[in-house]
T-cell receptor
């Protein structure tokens, strides 16, 4: 089936540094999402993105977070600066439509902030 | 704030038997309910979704939705060892496209 890729699979950085998580969504999809899962907890919505703009963001999407998809390339999540509580697995997803549509997920990026 | 709860936390089922997983949600206006399967180290993969009250069958999977009791269940007939995974219930809201997730049921099928 359709595949979403995420790069890197693991990232370890020092607190205060910047990190960029990359997502290669399904090629004809139009809606993009980031979710965060802290070890042992439920997955939580961060943000969704359509037509070059953030549609909605949760309270977890702090001011230090930003997303973009320049020129149809990778959909990225940037955290600057990082904090210890940002350690989690970040999942990217994409869908062809918004409502009712299946979201296809990547394998996740495990971020460890030291 | 929509809340999604799943039970049981874990389930061991003999091969060939029926696996039954439960999910409750807090908002009767929730748009659609999805069941996802997640293997270790992988992202969730959608299995089946339901919007209308009643049941829906796809292959070995049957899902039942009762909006009045805010309950949805997933049943896997003839469970196989390859069905061993974490099963996640996710609810999408009328107002936006985000998914609200349960904490998952870890299903183990014993040969």
């Amino acid at each position: 089936g359709p595949k979403v890729l995420q790069i890197p699979s693991h990232q370890i950085i020092d607190m205060g540094q910047m990190v960029t998580l990359n997502c290669d969504p399904v090629s004809n999809h139009l809606y993009f999402y980031w979710y965060k899962q802290i070890l042992g907890q439920q997955m939580e919505f961060l943000v969704n993105f359509y037509n070059g703009k953030v549609m909605e963001k949760s309270k977890l999407f702090k001011d230090q977070f930003s997303v973009e998809r320049p020129d149809g390339s990778y959909f990225t999540l940037k955290i600057q600066p990082t904090a210890l509580e940002d350690s989690a697995v970040y999942f990217c997803a994409s869908s062809l439509q918004g409502n009712y549509a299946e979201q296809f997920f990547g394998p996740g990026t495990r971020l460890t902030v030291l | 704030q929509e809340k999604v709860q799943q039970s049981p936390e874990s389930l061991i089922v003999p091969e060939g038997a029926m696996s039954s997983l439960n999910c409750t949600f807090s908002n009767s206006a929730s748009q659609s309910i999805w069941w996802y399967q997640q293997h270790p180290g992988k992202g969730p993969e959608a299995l089946i979704s339901i919007f209308s009250n009643g049941n829906k069958k796809e292959g070995r999977l049957t899902v039942y939705l009762n909006r009045a009791s805010l309950h949805v269940s997933l049943h896997i007939r003839d469970s196989q060892p390859s069905d061993s995974a974490v099963y996640l219930c996710a609810v999408s809201l009328l107002s936006n496209y985000q998914l609200i997730w349960g904490s998952g049921t870890k299903l183990i099928i014993k040969p």
